[in-house]
Each structure stands twice: as C-alpha cells, then as structure tokens.
DNA sequence: TATGAATGAGTATTCATTCAT
DNA sequence: CATGAATGAATACTCATTCAT
C-alpha cells in the first residue's frame, strides 16, 4: 500500500470515528505511520485530503453500484439497486458514514457534496421517470423525490451499520426497501 | 432581550452558517456585542453553550407540536402533527438547521441528542403502533420505521427551506406528506 | 511600560539584528516575556506588527526633526535639519537600521514605505525649491535629487551608527553635510 | 542553457521580486522546471546558491566596468566608469536589484558582501585618491567618501531603473553624475 | 547527472478559557 | 453582571535538505 493509500485509509478512520474538524492532520500522519510533511506532499491541504477522501469513496461506491443491464421487472431493478448499496454500505461502513458527514457539512461546497451523491444515486430519477411513464409510480415532483429516496437510502444503511445483528434479518431487510418503495409506488 | 439570549440567538446563527466547530466562542461574543467575559459568564463553556442552545430549539419545536386532543383520523392526526413540524420549520430554518447539525455531529454525545430528538418526534411511535393495532398501517418494525420516518420529516423540512417558493405550493406541500405516510399504509 | 510597548521594542531588537523573515513572532513574544497569544492579541499578524512598529519608529524621527521656524539662512537651517537627524539616528540606531530595513524590503508595499518616507524627510524638497528659486542651488531635477538626499542622509547616519567613534569627529559630521549640500549647491 | 545556469538565472529573477528569504528553493525548482533534487546537487545549499549567484552577478558587472586604459582627464574618466556602470545596470536590473538586495541583508556575512562591492567599485578610491593628489577634489575622509559614493550610485542606478524613460534623457543622466561628482569636486 | 518522494523541525496564527478590574 | 487583556497548547502548513532509484 503506497504512503499515499494509506494516508486516505487512516483519515477515513480518524474522520469518522473524531469527525473531520477535530482530526489534527498531524494526528493522521502520525498514524499512518508517516511525516507531517508527506502528507502535504500529496495532499496539499487538509480540504484537498478530504475532496480525494471523498472522490475515493464515491468512485467506489459508483461501481459497486453499476448493474450490467436492466433485469427484471422495475421495482426487481430498484430492489437489485437497493440491495447492491445496502451490500456495499455494509461493507464500508466507515465510508458511508464519511459520505454523510461531508453531505452534512455546513458552510461548504454543499452543492458540490450533493451534486456527487446524485451522479452515484443517479438511478434513482431514472427509475422514477420510467416508474411514473409506466403507471407503478405516483407522479411525485422528481426534485422532492430525490431527495427523500436519497435520505431514506443512506437512513437505513446507518441503520442496519448501527445494528449489525440486523442487517441479515431479510424481515428487515425487507421492510427497509418496502419503506423506500412504497412510498412511491401506486397502490 | 437579555445578554445571554442575544449570545444564543448569535451563536444559533454563526453555528447554523460556518458550523460549530468552525465559530469562535470570541466571533459569538464579538457578533452578539458582548465581552469574551460575558459569554463565558453565562455558559461556563462552549459545549454547554451548545447544550443550552439544543435544549432551547428542542423546547420549542415541541412546544410547537403540541397537540391539544387526538382530533380526527389516524392519517388527520399525523398530517396535523406533520404541518405543525414543517410550519414550524419554516418558520425556524435555522434552529431545525442547527437540530440536523447537532444531530449528525460526530464523536460526541450521539445518544443524547438521539434520544433527545425522539422526545419531540415521539408521537410518530404513538401513531405508528396504534395505526398497525387498527391494521391501518403495516406492521413495519418499529425502531426502523422511526429512524425513517425522522429523516423523512428533517429532509422534507429542509427541502422546503432550500426551496422556499415550494413550500406554499399545496401540491408539493401534499406530496411530501404522502411520501412519509404511503411508506408505512396498508393499502 | 505597557505589554505591547514591550513588544514592539523587543520586536525593533530582534528584526534589526536577524532580519524581519529570520525572526519568528514566537521568539519575539519569549523575549518580551508574553504569551503568543498576547503578541497576537495586540497585532492580528506579524505584518501588521512591523507596520505598527514602522509608523511608531516614523513619527520619533518627525518629532525629532520638527524645525519650530525657519531660522538662518537656507545652509544654516538644512544643516539643522542633517544634524538633527543625524543626532537621533545616533541616539536610536536600531530604530534607523529598522527604517531602511523595511525601505529595502522586496516584494513588499515598496510604495507605502517610500512615500512615508518622503513625510519625514518631507523638508528637502522644500529646500530644494526655496533654494533654486535663490540661485543658490543647481536646477537638479527635483524627484532624483530627492532619492539622493535620501539616501545620503541614511548611508552618513548607518557610518556613523557602524563608526561611532567617529560621529563625535566634528571634522567627519562637516565632511558628511558636504558631501550632501555641494553635491546641489551652485558653485 | 544548462540546468545549472536555468537554476541560478530563475533563482536570480525569483529572489529580486520575491526575497532571498520568501523564496523556496522547491520554487526555484519548478519554475527552473528541473527537480528539487537537481537544485541540491548543483549547489549543496541555499546560501550556497545565493553566493554562487552573488558571484556570477559581481563577475559580470566587474567585467563590464573594466577599463582598458585611463583615457582622458580625472572627470572624464569617473564618467566613463559611472557610465559603463549606469549602463550595465540598465541593461541587468534584476542583477542590479540583486546586489543590492544581498548588501542589505541583515544579520548575514555583511562584511563579506560589503568589501565584494567596494573590489567592484574599486575605482573609486583610486580616483579620489589621485583627485586629491591633484587638487581637483576636497580632502574628504575617503571611509565616508567611499561609502557615500556607492549609496549614490546604487540609488541612481535604481531611479534609472524604476524610470526607464528618464534614463535615456541626457539631462537626468547628466544630472545624476553631477550629484555625484559635484560632491566631491573642489570649485 | 537527475529525479521527486520523504522528512520533521519550524512558522504564523487560532481559540477556549481565565481572571483581575 | 460585565469586561477584555492575557494565556499557551494546538493547528494547518512550509521548507531546506536527504536519499534511494
């Protein structure tokens, strides 16, 4: 792992666990085992370490997420969605959690943070617009939509984070989608 | 208006725009035309001044919520519940802004502040076990379901903020409370 | 003698020995016997703390070289004026190496410097004028003659400060206005 | 152009519009495009490189001085030195501005830097010397004398510089000479 | 010769907090 | 109650220099 990689894996942690604000960067590249100097050698500030941080991470998620071709009916398509970030979130649980703490930023380049989460749950308006074409789904306004499917998503992932014993409980796992689907969905 | 309530509503501001961690106790005083002194003579520190502030946003948001008689319907009740919040909001942006911004703060007294968020919420459990006792509402597990429906009312209100010419829209307005309510109905 | 009056004169020490850039603001405030933060308190950086310096040291040397009238005639009163320069740049040699010091500095607000320099030694031009409108001195054009003043005044003064022995030599004081007043003198 | 003198000529324009001292060597580097790496194996350090460049810079004005042989009388022949020197500055500002920049620089190798200038304004001494002998010039103490000669130069110098369109107006540049020689001359 | 990643001591500046008035 | 000067540890960032390739 280059100095570099792992610098980016020690911030994830630290980020998380301390928060972004209280994390020295000298407290990250004491614990990854490098100089302070290194650390702006490859990050020339703190906000350009986080941005990497975050690319990283969103690059990640992105493909973890792509699915090869439509299979399946809509609501099988969104539950193959669902599941794949639910996968993938369980899976890193830290990086999700660093996604929603950039997301919850104040002060920052908030509509940089959310156009990027929209680039990754991108599917979501799709599936939406083909959903509402069809007649499976209300005609909620698209904007509201997103926003909420988005916030529900990253909802339940913290949650199932939160309680591990749950996450293989396919009754919840169930519920979690029902409660993102449903609420769009015609009845 | 008493010192120490001009301290808070400038703390509430600053905190609400740069973030907390990123607002000097001595900005606060300097903003709110009081000495570094006077600040810390009326919140021994900033945590507390913190505090202070949270339990005062939570005081009124549930003082605003507060239902006099269970009127109407299950889904009446829960839309009044729900205009109450959101009109609230709206009318407060920057204390539901500063309730998102304790609640997602990392590190810290997670649990109180998520406790202390279900006391104003707490209806939503009330509702939702007697909808599911009256069939009316699926029998979604319950500690899910109110993480969900929390996010759901916060993204919404903050929706609404960011979009102020959408708040009055009745369209938007309804669509926003189906989009909570259809995720946990029977239909 | 107030704290930032201690550090501005322990600051003066310091630049002028090892340079402005070479002297670090903590350094200053240890040799003051303050805190940092105290340095900082009174100067919001360290530029603002050499300017403030700089304007303190400007204004010792006006004082110093306020003429109450216009006595004798136009040699004997630009004598005064040298001489009266001289004795306190041999009085405050620091205070005169710090002047030419932040004169020489590149890069920096090279105007500002310059301009408030020409204040001080705001009588020159005036004797210039007075001067050749007597006949007494050659028709030197008058922004070049003025640099040239200048820079003699300083480099006599910082000979004398580096040759103290002999600014008591009357016969070298005689041999320095000389060599300022025949160089514009008509002959 | 080899690295080494791409190093010192960007090392030259970077110190006299940056400082010596605001000036990185990795700055020097790039802008050289060559590595940091390279900077330190052509010159083991930073004083190193500026004493190099020190150096290259007298060479080079020394050479541009010499003169083959004393033509013309005690005044012709002091303009002819200024001249060549007035000259040589006109057409290498940067070098010019460099010298200077190197003589003022406080708590250094002064003495050093000091006595590098007077080998290239040697002749100085010598004229005054023979001037003197001859009666031509007053019998000021040559310390001073020599101390103020090059103060006059180097300030004319820079006037020409920072006023290009006056260093071509035979009027100035006659006037700057005078101001100089006038000084010292016997009427 | 040339490279550039790596180093770590050093720098200016911030900030929560104290306390004498 | 109110003030604001004073504190000093902590922070983000810099930079001359080294060294393995």
Redesign the interface.
Known sequence: MSKRDLILATALEL?????I??TATAQIAKAAGVATGTLFHHFPSKAQLVSALYLNVKTQLAEAMRLEQGEGDLAGRARQYWDRGMDWALAHPESL?FM??VY?????DGDLKRQAMLEILGFIPELLRQGQAEGRL?P??E???L??CQ??F???A??FID?PD?AGDG??RD??F???W????R?
């Open positions: 980020f998380v666990h301390q928060g604000g209280a959690r929603s703490l919850h930023r104040p002060g920052q209300r909620v306004p904007d509201l939509a926003e909420q916030g529900q990253m909802t339940a913290q949650f309680h749950k009754h919840y519920a979690a029902d409660l993102f449903l609420s769009m969905a009845h």
